[in-house]
């Protein structure tokens, strides 16, 4: 268990809603990252958060927004969802001792 | 512009005998990079990792090979097991850098 929680583990939602999907870990990482997994396109980095109220944009974060009020928490917010936002959105933090990567278990959001 | 690239979208092999992943990347100043593995509704998993100062990295049945002069990595998996079945994705990183480029994975079976 890496200690890391997202949710809601599935959610659909209508075009136009805000959604706000929640990413918490135990483990007081500095480094969190939101990712979309879409077919063809693998693990594309929306934002990412190197501290408390510190983030930055990725590839893909157009129509995104992202907040880290306390180090356990990351939120990732649509504020008004599309069609093309439908993905599976993982949550991770950096272990900056092994350099690696770990993930949450992913949110299925489906935008109809 | 996809910095890391997995150009076979999938992978057969039969039980006991090799599966061979490949990696390309375009920077050449990654500096570290990963294998992760991901089963179906789950979040992906670390696997094996690689500094560039090494060209060969070995944990049991994985062994990851760095080729620098050509931005090439793959992965080796001996004996393969139905177990491995699942999709693998490469990642580049820089190590002070916060940003991990991932590639859009190749699903591998492994046929008992």
């Known amino acids: 268990d890496a200690g890391i929680t997202q949710s809601p583990r599935h959610k659909v939602t209508e075009t136009g809603t805000p959604v706000t999907l929640r990413c918490h870990q135990t483990e007081n990482h500095r480094y969190m990252y939101w990712y979309r997994q879409d077919p063809g396109h693998g693990l594309r980095l929306i934002h990412y958060s190197y501290g408390v109220k510190d983030t930055d944009k990725g590839e893909v974060s157009d129509g995104y927004s992202v907040s880290r009020s306390k180090t356990e928490d990351f939120l990732l917010t649509l504020e008004s969802a599309t069609s093309s936002q439908t993905s599976v959105y993982f949550c991770?933090?950096?272990?900056?001792?092994?350099?690696?990567?770990?993930f949450g278990p992913g949110t299925r959001l489906t935008v109809t | 512009d996809q910095q890391v690239k997995q150009n076979s979208p999938s992978l057969s092999v039969q039980e006991g005998r090799i599966s061979i992943l490949n990696c390309d990347y375009t920077n050449s100043m990654f500096d570290y990079f990963l294998w992760y593995k991901k089963y179906p509704a789950e979040g992906p998993t670390f696997l094996i990792s690689i500094s560039s100062i090494k060209d060969k990295n070995e944990d049991g049945r994985f062994t990851v090979f760095l080729n620098k002069s050509a931005k090439h990595l793959s992965l080796h998996i001996v004996p393969s097991q139905p177990g491995d079945s699942a999709v693998y994705f490469c990642a580049a990183s820089l190590l002070i850098g916060n940003q991990f480029y991932f590639g859009t994975g190749t699903s591998l079976t492994v046929i008992p």
């Open positions: 991770a933090f950096r272990d900056r001792g092994t350099n690696e990567q770990y």
